[in-house]
Nanobody, 128 residues
Framework: QVSVVEYGGGWAQPGDSLRLTCAVT????????MAWFRQGSGRDREFVAA????????VYAESVKGRFTISRNNAVNTMALQMNSLKAADTAGYCC?????????????????????WGRGTGVTVPA
């Protein structure tokens, strides 16, 4: 059984940094595209960032580009999201998503339908 667990969320002041981690068990992530999505209160789920199976390509939402960095460690089946210069608009539940294939294009990476396994999310709160 595949388990996807996120941790590292919390409360941060504007301008602060947080690092989220996604740990996957029950399935290797070494051949999968991985991504972060987020959903704020009263808002639709939105794409945040994605990373190719080997880490060589990434794609980011415009709203986080230059502030967030996605990375992965296939050896320990984890993925991370380093979030710097946090803003109130970043307040949301952040979910980790695991794809079934190594297919990676900018369009596919941002499509939630390409991901088969999801975590329950970790909350990030940045007050205005």
């Amino acid at each position: 059984q595949v388990s996807v667990v996120e941790y590292g969320g919390g409360w941060a002041q504007p301008g602060d940094s947080l690092r989220l981690t996604c740990a996957v068990t029950g399935r290797t992530i070494s051949t999968s595209t991985m991504a972060w999505f987020r959903q704020g209160s009263g808002r639709d789920r939105e794409f945040v960032a994605a990373i190719m199976w080997n880490g060589r390509s990434t794609v980011y939402a415009e709203s986080v580009k230059g502030r967030f960095t996605i990375s992965r460690n296939n050896a320990v089946n984890t993925m991370a999201l380093q979030m710097n210069s946090l803003k109130a608009a970043d307040t949301a539940g952040y979910c980790c998503a695991v794809g079934l294939t190594d297919a990676f294009t900018e369009g596919l990476a941002q499509d939630a339908r390409e991901y088969a396994y999801w975590g329950r999310g970790t909350g990030v709160t940045v007050p205005a």
